[in-house]
């Protein structure tokens, strides 16, 4: 089946510190979704990505879609706390909206 | 009021029970989903429901059965409750399958004991 794979699994950084997690598909992508989700809450839409070499920025957060469209990334200029979470990309495939691995972000004040 | 909403959020039942989770959305949209999430986070597609269609993941035992009595509802059903069935289940909504952002509910987290 259809395979998204997030890296890294697990980050911890310091408060100030910049994470970025990176999301690879197997196959050409018509678009990606990031969502997060707090500890203990439910996952939440943060942005959605179509064009090929795609730049939008929301603030702190950097979402990036690859050239070819088979990956993306997501990039949080000095981290804090509130940050905290677990950062998921998604992809449509087959009448089905498939969530990637995900990266569990830990924040340290 | 809230877009998507499950009830009940907590479900604590013995191996061997059948159990509902109810999933109710008042945004209008066209398609739902219920998805699995185990202990390592990883957010499991279990069915989508578009347009009375139901799409299965062919993973998900046959235990499990979505019904869908309107457009704004998805109820899972599962039978023959098993120990590995304990996880966090999210129902979610969106306008179209694949290209509009998803609406999740609270979820409900099922211990199986």
Known sequence: ???????????????????????????????????????????????????SGEVKKQKRLTFQFGEAKKNSSLHITATQTTDV????????????????????????? | DTAVSQTPKYLVTQMGNDKSIKCEQNLGHDTMYWYKQDSKKFLKIMFSYNNKELIINETVPNRFSPKSPDKAHLNLHIN?????????????????????EAFFGQGTRLTVV
């Open chain 1, 1 to 51: 089946g259809q395979q998204v794979m997030q890296i890294p699994q697990y980050q911890h950084v310091q408060e100030g510190e910049d994470f970025t997690t990176y999301c690879n598909s197997s196959t050409t992508l018509s678009n990606i979704q990031w969502y997060k989700q707090r500890p203990g809450g439910h996952p939440v839409f943060l942005i959605q990505l179509v064009k």
């Open chain 1, 85 to 109: 979470g677990t950062y998921f990309c998604a992809q449509g495939y087959s009448d089905k909206l498939i969530f990637g691995t995900g990266t569990r972000l830990q924040v340290f004040p």
């Open chain 2, 80 to 100: 023959s409750l098993e120990l590995g069935d304990s996880a966090v289940y999210f129902c979610a909504s969106s306008k179209g399958v694949l290209s509009t």
